[in-house]
């Protein structure tokens, strides 16, 4: 399958400051990229949906302007917490896709963001 | 209800044996299905993806589908410790968007 790598795997940050996490599809264009955020023994929530050159389509809940989402490419796109506190700790994963709407989507291995 | 129902577990099979998992979901999941296995720290890894009723086969593992009683199931066969994780269940909805369970959480015991 395709890779998509995600970068950083683990971080721990201070509380207010601000977070980036790197979503890259490394052998194919992705059209279309996935945020989620995975809580402990839960499942995994769809935050946002980011097609390249275009604004992020933000689940209902999710705060727009503290969860930055840039697509700026068909190979990278970005989330950024912004002013981070201890509740946002959690898991997250990107996905991305190449094809059309019913085509597999491949996952990134994960951040693991921990807010002290 | 949620839309994609999975049993918590944890689910304990003594290597050898036959693992099955069982997931039921709404009306709103109406289009493909889909297995995702996830280790502890990880990310998921798609294992299996079915679209019609009826059994697809891949190796050890077999998913089925039933859509008259919107269920879809996962048979692990010759169970490995390896095989150890939380197995997602996912199906898409009309707009293709997928929708999660929880997850159940397998141990193969040695």
């Known amino acids: 399958g395709a890779v998509v790598s995600q970068h950083p795997s683990r971080v721990i940050c201070k509380s207010g400051t601000s977070v980036k996490i790197e979503c890259r599809s490394l052998?194919?264009?992705?059209?279309?990229m996935f945020w989620y955020r995975q809580f402990p023994k839960q499942s995994l929530m769809l935050m946002a949906t980011?097609?390249?050159?275009?604004?992020?389509?933000?689940e209902q809940g999710v705060e727009k302007d503290k969860f930055l989402i840039n697509h700026a490419s068909l190979t990278l796109s970005t989330l950024t917490v912004t002013s981070a506190h201890p509740e946002d700790s959690s898991f997250y994963i990107c996905?991305?896709?190449?094809?059309?709407?019913?085509?597999?989507?491949?996952f990134g291995q994960g951040t693991r963001l921990t807010v002290v | 209800q949620k839309e994609v129902e999975q049993n918590s577990g944890p689910l304990s099979v003594p290597e050898g044996a036959i693992a099955s998992l069982n997931c039921t979901y709404s009306?709103?999941?109406?289009?493909?299905f889909f297995w995702y296995r996830q280790y502890s720290g990880k990310s998921p890894e798609l294992i299996m993806s079915?679209?019609s009723n009826g059994d697809k086969e891949d190796g050890r593992f077999t998913a089925q589908l039933n859509k008259a009683s919107q269920y879809v199931s996962l048979l692990i066969r010759d169970s490995q410790p390896s095989d150890s994780a939380t197995y997602l269940c996912?199906?898409?909805?009309?707009?293709?968007?997928?929708?999660w369970g929880a997850g159940t959480k397998l141990i193969i015991k040695p």
């Open positions: 996905s991305a896709r190449s094809g059309g709407l019913d085509t597999e989507a491949f």
């Open positions: 009306d709103r999941v109406s289009q493909s």
């Open positions: 996912a199906g898409r909805d009309s707009n293709y968007q997928l929708i």
């Open positions: 980011s097609n390249e050159g275009s604004k992020a389509t933000y």
């Open positions: 052998d194919f264009q992705a059209t279309t």
């Open positions: 079915i679209y």
